[in-house]
């Protein structure tokens, strides 16, 4: 399955709900029930994972990794991006 694509959410100002889930078996996002589901192989230690969630998310919406900012959900599961 491919990644979804996710250009139509590169507008500024644009909030971006994710559920990650870290030390999964490959990198990948999944639009699963209307949410986006972000699946990275790094464990979540020291903002690890939250750093290859902006790098796949950053490919995926089409912006650079400094135009997402991760507004809610630091240690959560749960995160919400803002595209700046």
Do not use: C, W
């Not at 507008?11 to 990948?28: C, D, L």
Request: no cysteine.
């Amino acid at each position: 399955m491919a990644d979804p694509d996710l250009t139509h959410l590169a507008q500024v100002g644009t909030e971006i709900p994710v559920r990650v889930t870290p030390k999964a078996s490959r990198n990948a996002i999944k639009s699963e029930d209307g949410a986006l589901r972000v699946y990275v192989i790094t464990v979540p230690e020291d903002g690890k994972a939250n750093a290859a969630v902006v790098k796949l998310l950053s490919k995926a919406v089409g912006v650079p990794k400094s135009r997402l900012e991760l507004v809610r959900g630091h240690t959560s599961r749960d995160k919400v991006f803002r595209v700046l």
